[in-house]
């Protein structure tokens, strides 16, 4: 019986090995596999969805093809969890043998990718996780940003902040990477036109809890508020926010996810938010038009901020391979191209920093009925400082 | 701080305290009268608010005067689906270990999260406000109070009024009283322990969505938003003391005081402030505060 | 010194020549699993062979991982693979001294949640003050040394992990078969009897306890080396649970039921995700991983160790027998 228990777990042991192989395709000549690590579950589930749809979008624009190579995809959900995230992004890298990354939205996880990335040399497109690492202290050759990094938002608000006359800004947000560095962006933009930030608020993400703040803020009453919240967490402080009668008397502003997907849930509550981010409602441009109606026909969806950022993150692709004749492996030729490149995008033409972040303008935005109408330029041609880059 | 602000800050700690009351009263509910525990209670929770979200416009539609009915409408479905639920599942956990029931609970929260996904999307969603109730009251020349948070609070007092009434006062409650204590004896006087079962599971179920459903406008409808309410629900039936209703609220209110407090003051610890309390309570009173 | 079954022996030697047979990311994928598995072992003890029901399993393994990065000397240089194991376990073991001091104190239910609250204590900690590195948690560039051991080859570092694993399982089977084990057995079985023999239980279950955690924060530093990374999930509840899962899967009772429960549960996640099984759907892969922990437990209580002796008790209408303390292994 021993005997037959050894024999088994034999099998089983054999059969592991098996698995992932014959689950993985199996590498054919020419094609180009694209593995996307994105969430699939949890709270920013829609967020992944839209930058697959994006992606998916440009590719199928190409006829499914990118540099004459037929794509093929891969997924990985990172479960917005950055304790699976090295062994997650190691199954597309050692197990499926991927040409290039795409993901993911959540910082904690993109920064284990890109240590990852940076170790094995593959291709890594950030097609929205804003964490300033990734393009700086952990900037790479092989590691692009579609998106934005955390600080730009802020800085484009703070320099709005300053020219509207504020002088005294309480700031509120999460106890994290995105909150922390989204305000220190804005602290530089504001300080730099005569601001000074009263009192920087925060409370431990992802806690939702914001009366006790709320009821500091009130305290305090400085002229104005900045803060930065995503998802769940912006719908409820923004009704918050109005509930508690401050939206009357201080004007409060944000970076644009605030109100990115939000303001569905959000309704009356965001009417007239002003908000800073790359993107907007009603740019007008035609470029931005046949992008939306593409997505709208495709998916029946309106595209957001994030599709836009998946989009790019598939021209970007196409540029680079482009330029290297679909070698994937070319990461000299490949970044060469992109840092002399011009990204034709539905947000407006943008190029790329020296440490591969999207220099880009920002728009500044108000919310009217369940858009976040442009209302001008709050900053053009913004470059992350990308510190502690050495590339 | 000055005097007016601190007396706002303890209408936030008694507000938050109250609707998390509302929700644990139903967790230890269960715990205490039938020894099942059940992880998927935060589930409940998430459930009562989709509920909101997605029955207000049907509710709404078929019979008007969408908040009521909304809520109504809510409170039937889930005593029937806490009724369903005990049947098919949860009365084949009374036999089973402890270990058992953390783990098929636990399984059952996966499921119900990626059933909602299936259903319902990923999507954040927000339920608005009843006119009626979307006033605010004027608190100092700056800030104002919602109504809709003092309904809240009101609604979470009359409950636990209630629950007093029916355990203490009525023979449902003495009934529910006697079968903790000896299952076989209450049996043997005639009286139909499984259908006793089934009706507390039932309003314990029923609990915790209604107190998804009233805070559905507040705290807006997203993915994940049980697992937090899960875990801070347990710190208040630790604290409390399993079964004891009363405990249950001291332990609530207690929580939101140092919760409110700890954002302002200490903003660093707040989350472990709620924790640290725990353990000092159970240094003085290792059964927590109220033993049943 | 009763002989190891030579089931387990074929499980190490497996794993000892598995390098030669798999591609690096099978490599990687089972070195994850023995560090599953050695906490799974952990575990074991307390759940298993004391009958303690601890749902806080995860801070103990997350303690060990931030010693291991937050220990590291601050010049870059690769810390001795000695001093920071040694810290990494005895500071996991010394939290777990002080949550089982205060958790023993209740029994039951209560001990279950008042361990996942202090689990919970910890992550919090980890997660909001300054001393944890915050939510995107910390990395660390280089990994310990230790004479001719040089951890940051990959071959060196699966042989330590293996080496762990081993040196875990002996430890546990032989204290187990000890006066010691005995009376953890005795603890299990009917602590009342225990005590009413003039048995003072509340050590040795502190002593079990402690131990369950420094082995825990032992698979955690593990875990710190090999990722390079760590961050507050590896405190969090979801871990504890599926340790829990783990051990229930392989079966509770036998230390071998920890090994196959990880290896297992690894295989089932790895099976739910997978497109090529289920196309689209496997993007909703927690459902079928919930219903299976749910199918498991309701049909399978005694695990998949106990799955042989269960299908030939069926076959020849025999009732099921308990586990004795033989099958401790």
Not at chain 1, 48 to 63: C, H, K, M, P, S
Not at chain 3, 129 to 154: E, F, H, N, R, S
Not at chain 3, 235 to 249: D, Q, R, Y
Request: hydrophobic fraction near 50%; glycine fraction near 10%; include cysteine.
């Amino acid at each position: 019986m021993q005997k037959r228990n050894a024999l088994l777990s034999v099998a089983a042991l054999a059969l592991m090995t098996a698995m992932p192989s014959a689950w993985a395709q199996a590498q054919t000549q020419g094609k180009l596999k694209v593995g996307f690590m994105l969430p699939a579950s949890g709270t920013f589930a829609s967020l992944g969805t839209a930058i697959d749809n994006g992606f998916r979008l440009y590719v199928n624009e190409q006829g499914g093809k990118i540099a004459g190579r037929e794509v093929e995809y891969v997924r990985v959900d990172d479960e917005s969890d950055p304790s699976k995230a090295t062994d997650n992004v190691n199954k597309l890298i050692k197990r499926d043998n991927v040409d290039v990354i795409v993901g993911t939205v959540h910082s904690g996880v993109v920064m284990a990718m890109a240590k990852a990335a940076k170790e094995s040399g593959t291709l890594l497109l950030v097609p929205n996780a804003g964490a300033d690492a990734v393009t700086g202290p952990m900037c790479a050759p092989n590691i692009f940003r579609s998106s934005f990094s955390n600080w730009q938002p802020g800085y484009a608000m703070g320099e709005v902040a300053a020219k509207k006359g504020h002088k005294k800004i309480v700031t509120i947000t999460w106890k994290y990477a995105a909150g922390d560095e989204t305000v220190k962006g804005f602290k530089s933009g504001f300080e730099k036109g005569g601001g000074t930030v009263v009192k920087e608020l925060s409370l431990p993400f992802p806690n939702v809890e914001f009366q006790a703040l709320l009821t500091e803020i009130a305290a305090l009453k400085p002229d104005a508020v900045f803060t930065f919240f995503a998802g769940g967490g912006a719908v409820k402080f923004v009704k918050d926010y109005s509930a508690a009668g401050l939206k009357k008397t201080i004007p409060l502003y944000g970076s644009g996810f605030l109100t990115d997907g939000t303001l569905e849930a959000q309704g009356a509550d965001a009417d007239g938010l002003l908000t800073t981010l790359h993107y907007a409602d009603g740019l007008n441009t035609k470029r931005d038009q046949a992008f939306r109606l593409a997505y709208a026909k495709t998916y029946k969806l309106q595209p957001d901020v994030y599709a836009v950022q998946g989009y790019d993150a598939g021209q970007m692709l196409g540029i680079g391979l482009n330029a290297t004749k679909g070698d994937a492996k070319n990461i000299q030729g490949f970044a060469q191209a992109l840092r002399n490149a011009k990204i034709d995008s539905p947000r407006g033409p943008f190029t790329l920093s020296k440490n591969h972040n999207p220099v880009q303008d920002f728009y500044l935005r108000k919310v009217v009925g369940k858009e976040n109408v442009m209302e001008g330029i709050a900053s053009k041609a913004l470059a992350d400082p990308g510190l502690g880059c050495k590339m | 701080m000055d005097f007016a602000t601190f007396l706002i800050q303890c209408l936030n700690a008694m507000q938050y305290g109250l609707l998390l009351f509302l929700v644990a009263s139903g967790l230890t509910l269960i715990f205490g009268i039938m020894g099942v525990i059940n992880l998927a209670h935060g589930s409940f929770y998430m459930i009562g608010a989709y509920m909101a979200y997605a029955l207000a416009p049907v509710v709404g539609a078929a019979f008007g005067g969408e908040f009521f009915s909304t809520m109504v409408a809510g409170l039937v479905l889930s005593v029937i689906l806490g009724y369903v639920l005990e049947w098919a599942f949860f009365s084949f956990l009374y036999e089973r270990e402890h270990l058992q029931q953390v783990l098929m609970t636990y399984g059952l929260i996966l499921v119900f999260e990626e059933l909602r996904s299936l259903m319902v999307g990923d999507d954040v969603h927000g339920v608005t406000v009843p006119p009626f109730l979307n006033g605010t009251l004027q608190l100092n020349d700056v800030m104002t109070y919602p109504v809709y948070r003092l309904f809240i609070s009101g609604v979470c007092l009359l409950l636990a009024v209630l629950m007093w009434f029916v355990f203490t006062r009525t023979r449902l409650g003495m009934m529910i009283r006697a079968g903790t204590n000896n299952r076989e004896m209450v049996q043997s006087l005639g009286i139909d322990i499984t259908l006793l079962y089934r009706i507390v599971f039932a309003i314990g179920v029923a609990l915790a969505v209604f107190a998804g459903m009233i805070a559905a406008p507040v705290s807006s409808v997203y993915p994940n938003m049980g697992n937090a309410v899960l875990i801070i629900c347990f710190v208040v039936v630790v604290i409390g003391g399993i079964g004891s209703i009363k405990g249950a609220l001291v332990a609530a209110l207690l929580i939101g005081i140092v919760d409110t407090f700890g954002k302002v003051l200490v903003p660093q610890m707040a989350g472990v402030l709620v924790y640290v309390l725990m353990a000092l309570i159970l240094l003085w009173r290792p059964n927590g505060l109220f033993k049943d | 010194m009763r002989h190891p079954s030579s089931f387990v022996m074929a499980v190490f030697g497996l794993l000892a020549l598995w390098p030669t047979m798999a591609s690096s990311y099978g490599v990687d994928l089972v070195a994850k699993i023995m560090i599953y598995a050695l906490l799974a072992l952990s575990l074991e003890l307390l759940v298993g062979s004391t009958g303690l029901v601890c749902f806080g399993q995860a801070a103990f393994f997350g303690i060990g991982a931030y010693a291991a990065l937050l220990l590291a000397p601050a010049d870059g240089s690769a810390p001795s693979l000695l001093w920071s194991l040694v810290s990494a376990v005895v500071l996991a073991g010394a939290y777990a001294l002080a949550v089982g001091a205060l958790s023993l104190r209740t029994q039951g239910v209560y001990f279950i949640m008042v361990t996942l609250a202090f689990s919970q204590m910890a992550y919090y900690v980890v997660h909001d003050t300054p001393l944890g590195g915050g939510t995107d948690g910390i990395y660390m560039y280089v990994k310990p040394a230790l004479g001719w051991i040089d951890l940051d080859q990959p071959m060196h570092l699966y042989g330590f992990i293996w080496f762990s694993l081993l040196t875990g399982y002996v430890f546990l089977t032989q204290l187990l078969r000890s006066p010691f084990g005995r009376a953890l057995a005795g603890i299990r079985v009917n602590e009342q009897r225990m005590k009413a023999t003039g048995f003072s239980t509340y050590p040795y279950k502190l002593a079990a306890f402690t131990l369950s955690g420094a082995m825990a924060g032992w698979s955690g530093y593990l875990f710190a080396i090999k990722d390079g990374f760590v961050n507050p999930e590896l405190l969090s509840w979801h871990l504890s649970g599926a340790v829990l899962v783990m051990i229930i899967l392989g079966g509770l009772g036998q230390m071998r039921g920890a090994l196959i429960g990880a290896f297992a549960f690894a295989l089932l996640q790895e099976l739910f995700q997978s497109e090529a099984v289920f196309g689209s759907y496997a993007k909703h892969w927690h459902l079928g991983l919930g219903l299976a922990i749910m199918a498991c437990v309701a049909f399978m209580p005694h695990g998949l160790v106990a799955l042989p002796q269960q299908f030939r008790e069926r076959l020849s209408g025999r009732a099921p027998s308990k586990h004795t303390e033989e099958d401790a292994a």
